[in-house]
């Protein structure tokens, strides 16, 4: 037996049952779209669909008009289809005659199609009310919104309870008192005034380098600047008992002192001997 097989354009009528339908899939947003199309077209009620008839019929719609879609876009159709097709078989089963609603195959589809006709209603509601709003207001516009009015009310309490109030209000916290950061001194720096304080002096204490700043970081880099300058013997430091003046003495004043001393010694001694 020869058979013939003949395609139908796009957007031709279909016919299930002898009934005829124009179906374009390009107008649905999707499979969920086009389902509730078939059903709500022919007045099916959505809690008891005829599967058997509405497979055909989705069938029928996307077999001529998946060439031209995206991938992604039919394989969206063809899982619906693949869903009907299932549900088709299940109820072809056995099953008892009292079957609770959750128990039946159609449940999960039939709550996916009253989701999305809900989203589809409120899309509907906010576009109609949109294109109200542009046949009044331009795009962007916000409308101003008066001042609230604010009434007078009269304050109804006893002096007693104001004060009472008023000792409830916790007491400001203390001021805080914010020390801007002072200037870096550096070792270099000090070292540096130390070699000119030497220059013009035969010793020079130690409080020289810090009483002027008063800073701990002036005390430190001054005590730094002087044991540098101790351990290239440039400086002697001395103190003659715990607590007292820290002196720095240049090494070549100290030494010329100490060859002084030893002259005048041995010049005593020679005068007595003789």
Do not use: C
């Not at 989705?58 to 289809?81: K, N, Q, T, V, Y």
């Not at 810090?210 to 430091?237: D, N």
Request: glycine share 6%; net charge negative; proline share 8%.
């Amino acid at each position: 037996m020869n058979t013939t097989s003949t395609r139908r354009a796009p957007g031709s009528p279909i016919g299930i049952g002898g009934e005829a339908f124009v179906v374009e899939l390009e107008r649905f947003q999707g499979p969920l779209d086009l389902l509730l199309h078939l059903i709500r077209s022919q007045d099916i009620d959505v809690f008891d669909i005829p599967i058997a008839r509405v497979t055909g019929q989705f069938r029928e719609a996307i077999e001529h008009g998946l060439d031209g879609m995206p991938l992604e876009r039919a394989g969206e159709f063809l899982e619906m289809s693949a869903t009907l097709i299932r549900i088709k078989a299940q109820l072809l089963l056995p099953r008892p005659d009292k079957l609770e609603w959750e128990e039946d195959p159609r449940a999960e589809l039939v709550r996916r199609l009253l989701e999305y006709e809900h989203f589809q209603d409120v899309v509907h509601v906010l576009q109609t009310a949109e294109a109200q709003r542009g046949r009044h207001m331009a795009k962007g516009y916000v409308e101003t919104r008066p001042p609230p009015t604010m009434s007078r009310t009269v304050l109804q309490l006893t002096l007693e309870e104001l004060l009472q109030a008023a000792a409830r209000i916790p007491e400001p916290p203390p001021p805080i008192h914010v020390r801007p950061p002072s200037s870096t001194v550096t070792v270099a720096e000090k070292v540096s005034l130390l070699r000119r304080l030497i220059g013009r002096a035969k010793r020079v204490a130690l409080d020289r380098l810090i009483k002027p700043w008063g800073t701990r970081a002036h005390a430190v880099a001054a005590l730094l600047a002087a044991l540098e300058m101790a351990k290239q013997q440039v400086v002697r430091i001395e103190q003659t008992k715990p607590f007292s003046p820290i002196w720095l003495l240049s090494v070549r004043e100290a030494g010329e002192e100490s060859d002084i001393e030893q002259s005048n010694t041995e010049q005593s001694d020679s005068e007595e001997s003789s």
